[in-house]
């Protein structure tokens, strides 16, 4: 069985600083992760991912995120947020390797951005 | 290059009556994935399929949601009989079943009155 739990379901942060957004997860497998991003009404739109090999993986829109074992978590930062990020945020796990490929997502982070 | 098509986009219902939700995966897509998102439960797996074929469907709430895919490039989402509780956004994605990367539809929002 797989979860996700995210952190904060609100981060407000002024233009310019740093976003963080957090993500831990639980799985019996080694996990495929994900980020998606949603803007209002629309569906998601996928920001990065970690399959396997380096552990700290760059997405669209200056976004990256860092794969921790150890600590079960894939938290997603951005240097500097920019007014276009305010939007919900989506972490995700599937089963890495040949295992089963539905997604799990966390309860998801709405990411406000102050100018 | 044409991504996950959904229709309809919005569906207004009554109690009771039949809700058919439909889906065109990207093509040469051979994994299907049917989501819910509803402000309770968040994005939670329906179903999904692969080469047509239905392989998780624990996610399906009850008896009155049925899923078909009966070719490579269209899929539908039956409720019947639809009840309030079933209103929520549904999205349809797809993938290569090799590939583990999902590419999410608009979503159809549905509201059962």
């Known amino acids: 069985a797989q979860s996700v739990t995210q952190l904060g379901s609100h981060v407000s942060v002024s233009e310019g600083a740093l976003v963080l957004l957090r993500c831990n997860y639980s799985?019996?497998?080694?996990?495929?992760l994900f980020w998606y991003v949603q803007y209002p009404n629309q569906g998601l739109q996928l920001l990065l991912k970690y399959t396997t090999g380096a552990t700290l993986v760059k997405g669209i829109n200056g976004f990256e995120a860092e794969f921790k074992k150890s600590e079960t978590s894939f938290h997603l930062t951005k240097p500097s947020a920019h007014m276009s990020d305010a939007a919900e945020y989506f972490c995700?796990?599937?089963?890495?390797?040949?295992?089963?490929?539905?997604?799990?997502f966390g309860s998801g982070t709405r990411l406000q951005v102050q100018p | 290059d044409a991504g996950v098509i959904q229709s309809p986009r919005h569906e207004v219902t009554e109690m009771g009556q039949e809700v058919t939700l439909r889906c065109k995966p990207i093509?040469?897509?051979?994994?299907l994935f049917w989501y819910r998102q509803t402000m309770m439960r968040g994005l939670e797996l329906l179903i999904y399929?692969?080469?047509?074929?239905?392989?998780?469907d624990s996610g399906m709430p009850e008896d009155r949601f049925s899923a078909k895919m009966p070719n490579a490039s269209f899929s539908t989402l039956k409720i019947q009989p639809s009840e309030p509780r079933d209103s929520a956004v549904y999205f349809c994605?797809?993938?290569?079943?090799?590939?583990?990367?999902?590419?999410f539809g608009p979503g159809t929002r549905l509201l059962v009155l």
């Open positions: 093509s040469g897509h051979n994994s």
């Open positions: 994605a797809s993938s290569l079943s090799d590939q583990e990367t999902q590419y």
């Open positions: 399929f692969n080469n047509n074929v239905p392989i998780d």
């Open positions: 995700a796990v599937s089963e890495g390797g040949t295992g089963r490929r539905a997604l799990t």
């Open positions: 799985s019996s497998v080694p996990p495929y």
